[in-house]
T-cell receptor, first 112, second 111 residues
Framework: EADIYQTPRYLVIGTGKKITLECSQT?????MYWYQQDPGMELHLIHY???????EKGDLSSESTVSRIRTEHFPLTLESARPSHTSQYLC???????????FGPGTRLLVL | AQRVTQPEKLLSVFKGAPVELKCNYS??????LFWYVQYSRQRLQLLLR??SRESIKGFTADLNKGETSFHLKKPFAQEEDSAMYYC?????????????FGTGTLLAVQP
């Protein structure tokens, strides 16, 4: 079934650890996005990609990095997690030529 | 700077009452606007987009360029409409379509 997946759904981790949030989509979409959302706040775009080997920073500065080696996969990495990284991270994808974005279920990250 | 404003964090209405969720935007170009919805324990999903001029689940939204608004309306609220609603603006168009979101409004429909 065509969908967009995020793992893990919840992650509690200590300060200084390296973490990777996974995002995969089986919808054949070229464009993918990462948003960060703090409780009660708006979603902020932190990274996006037009396709393989394309990555761009979003409007909100983030210490995270992303890669796009395969069309369907868009992982986000934090080299050294800090409490300020505690947030919800949402992945989305969109087909070329369309404005609508399709969202994954999100990952809730808590850094202690 | 491009911005989307949703002035109400919470809107509580009774079942059968009319609903209007407010959204104002600032954008220098020709905007494309969306309403996304998140029901309890579900993911964020598109409700409607202004370019489609459609009614989804009884909701409509009209783009008013003079007032720079895109309010979401429904004449008779249902309990199942209770959810978080986000207004979003697409900038760049075409290739980029980066979305700028408002802070969201929680709609609570009381029985």
């Amino acid at each position: 079934e065509a969908d967009i997946y995020q793992t893990p759904r919840y992650l509690v981790i200590g300060t200084g650890k390296k973490i990777t949030l996974e995002c995969s989509q089986t919808m054949g979409h070229d464009k993918m996005y990462w948003y960060q959302q703090d409780p009660g706040m708006e979603l902020h775009l932190i990274h996006y990609s037009y396709g393989v080997n394309s990555t761009e920073k979003g409007d909100l500065s983030s210490e995270s990095t992303v890669s796009r080696i395969r069309t369907e996969h868009f992982p986000l990495t934090l080299e050294s997690a800090r409490p300020s990284h505690t947030s919800q991270y949402l992945c989305a994808s969109s087909p070329w030529g369309q404005e609508t974005q399709y969202f994954g279920p999100g990952t809730r990250l808590l850094v202690l | 700077a491009q911005r989307v404003t949703q002035p109400e964090k919470l809107l509580s209405v009774f079942k059968g009452a009319p609903v209007e969720l407010k959204c104002n935007y600032s954008y220098s170009g020709s905007p494309e606007l969306f309403w996304y919805v998140q029901y309890s324990r579900q993911r964020l999903q598109l409700l409607l987009r202004h370019i489609s001029r459609e009614s989804i689940k009884g909701f409509t939204a009209d783009l008013n360029k003079g007032e720079t608004s895109f309010h979401l309306k429904k004449p008779f609220a249902q309990e199942e409409d209770s959810a978080m609603y986000y207004c979003a603006l697409s900038e760049g168009g075409g290739a980029t379509n980066k979305l700028i979101f408002g802070t969201g409004t929680l709609l609570a429909v009381q029985p």
